[in-house]
Structure formats: structure tokens, C-alpha cells
């Protein structure tokens, strides 16, 4: 472990050679397993599984009983809800080791997955979406997507603050925060105050 600026209970496991960011809690039974990323300022709540080469971002939120398999990556931001579950191999069999084809799972920054959600391997969360409780997400959701249901689909699109927006014509505008959306083919981008796309910190660099 690198950093040690961190709280976890004392029930918890934490492994030797894992990354633990300052700030972090980690609560009652939760596994941190050796070759895991965990950023700064998470918060990983009980009975969690954070399984080797998973990483997490910083300021993460994980509620109890979820299990981040290797091949999980969650950016920044992200919130995984109660007993949310990852796999990393299609087609798995106890008598068959299929290490060498885990398929990488992203969650990207902002996201929020419900209570119970199951998230088949190899798809792409995009960021700011929101997942519905109880879903099956077995194909990539688009950025502010919101998708529920099983299998998944989706139902609408939501705010940067996680509230709906409703597009009239090419455009939205958040009722609650008055952040601005206009959809581009399948594809929605925030705007900045000006009407213009908001460039993102990479563009920015």
C-alpha cells in the first residue's frame, strides 16, 4: 500500500501491493485486494470486493455488498448502489479458467448505478448516465443516458445534478440547475452559457 492516508475499519481486508488514495474510508468486511486502484476521497461502504486491477477513481462512492471485479474501471465521481454487481467473463464455467478473457468494463465520470444492477462485462457506462434500479446493462449506455429495465434500455436523459431533461427539438435545459443540453444525432453534450459545446479538461489542455 503506497498511502496510508486513509481510515478502514478494522474488520476490513486489505491486501499488501494495492493503492488506497488519501482520504478514503473503507467500512465493515470489505476486501481490498492486491494490484486494486482505489482514488482519493472514496467512500467504499461494507461487505465490498475490490478484486485485483480493479480501479477506482477519486471521490467514489460504493454502497454495501457491491463486488468490483478485475476489469472494472470506474472513473471519477462515480456512485455504485447497493449490491450492484460486475462480471468480467461472457460465458463462464467453474471448470474452466478463463483469466485471460476478462473483458474491461468503464464507467465513466459521474455515472451512478442503482440498487441491484447487474452490468454485463465489456460495455461502457458514459458519463453522467444513470442506471435504474434492478437493471441488466448488457450493451454500451450513451453519456446523460437514462436506461432501467431488463435488458436495459433507454428511457430518457438526465442532468449533469441527476434530474431529467426533456429536449425540445435538439435542445434541453435543466429545470433544477439551468445547465444547457443539445443532442447531436444520438449523442448529447452539455453547453457552456454561450451556446457552445463545453470543452472537456483534456480539450482544455
Known amino acids: ?13 486489505i491486501e499488501d ?4 488514495g488519501e482520504g478514503t474510508k473503507i467500512w465493515h468486511f470489505s ?10 476521497q472514496c467512500n467504499i461502504g461494507q461487505n465490498v470486493v475490490v478484486s485485483p486491477g480493479a480501479v477506482l477513481g477519486d471521490g467514489v462512492k460504493v454502497q454495501n455488498n457491491v463486488s468490483v471485479y478485475t476489469g472494472v474501471i470506474c472513473e471519477d465521481r462515480v456512485f455504485l448502489g447497493p449490491s450492484c454487481v ?3 467473463v461472457i460465458n463462464p464455467r467453474a471448470f474452466l479458467s478463463r483469466r485471460d478473457e476478462f473483458r474491461r468494463t ?15 462485462c465489456g460495455c461502457t457506462i458514459g458519463k ?34 441527476g434530474e431529467q431533461i426533456v429536449f425540445s427539438g435538439q435542445a434541453a435545459v435543466c429545470g433544477a440547475c439551468g445547465k444547457r443540453y443539445q443532442m447531436k444525432g444520438t449523442e448529447v453534450e452539455e453547453m457552456s452559457c454561450n ?11
Open 1 to 13: 500500500m503506497i498511502n496510508k492516508d486513509y481510515f478502514a475499519h478494522e474488520t476490513a481486508c
Open 17 to 20: 501491493d494495492c493503492t488506497i
Open 31 to 40: 476486501h481490498i485486494m492486491k494490484g486494486s486502484v482505489i482514488g482519493r
Open 86 to 88: 460486475f462480471t468480467n
Open 106 to 120: 468503464l464507467v465513466r465520470h459521474g455515472a451512478s448505478i442503482g440498487a441491484n444492477v447487474t452490468i454485463v
Open 128 to 161: 453522467f448516465a444513470m442506471i435504474g434500479a434492478g437493471s441488466v446493462v448488457t450493451k454500451d449506455v450513451p453519456d446523460y443516458a437514462l436506461v432501467y429495465g431488463v435488458p436495459s434500455r433507454i428511457h430518457g436523459y438526465v442532468c449533469e445534478c
Open 195 to 205: 451556446g457552445h459545446e463545453r470543452r472537456t479538461d483534456s480539450e482544455n489542455q
